[in-house]
């Protein structure tokens, strides 16, 4: 059973950093496989994709460009969104999603993911 557990979330103020963590297990194979996208939602707002690294490269949302980075730890299965600069409009739920099969490029869509994390909350607010 293919589990994404997020981590790493929580209250930071304007200016500040957080790291996120995204946790695969139950993959048929290595996460290296699959490209892994990370998404937020905040309150009365649609879902927006956020980023996504592949073996293909990376994707970034114009509104996090320069101040999110994708690293991935194919040793431990994870993928990290590391957030810097962070500001009110990034306050949200955070999710991350992994397509059902495995393949070289991003999705965008979140409707081409098929397994999601719990998410985490992040606020920022001073």
């Known amino acids: 059973q293919v589990q994404l557990v997020e981590s790493g979330g929580g209250l930071v103020q304007p200016g500040g950093s957080l790291r996120l963590s995204c946790v695969a297990s139950?993959?048929?194979?290595?996460?290296?496989?699959?490209?892994i996208g990370w998404f937020r939602q905040a309150p009365g707002k649609e879902r927006e994709g956020v980023s996504c690294i592949s073996r293909m490269g990376t994707y970034y949302a114009d509104s996090v460009k320069g101040r999110f980075t994708i690293p991935r730890d194919n040793a431990k299965n994870t993928v990290y969104l590391q957030m810097n600069s962070l500001n009110p409009e990034d306050t949200a739920v955070y999710s991350c999603?992994?397509?059902?099969?495995?393949?070289?490029?991003?999705?965008?869509?979140?409707?081409?993911?098929?397994?999601w994390g719990q998410g985490t909350q992040v606020t920022v607010s001073s």
């Open positions: 139950g993959l048929s194979l290595d996460l290296d496989y699959y490209p």
């Open positions: 999603a992994v397509p059902k099969y495995a393949g070289p490029f991003c999705y965008q869509e979140s409707d081409n993911y098929h397994y």
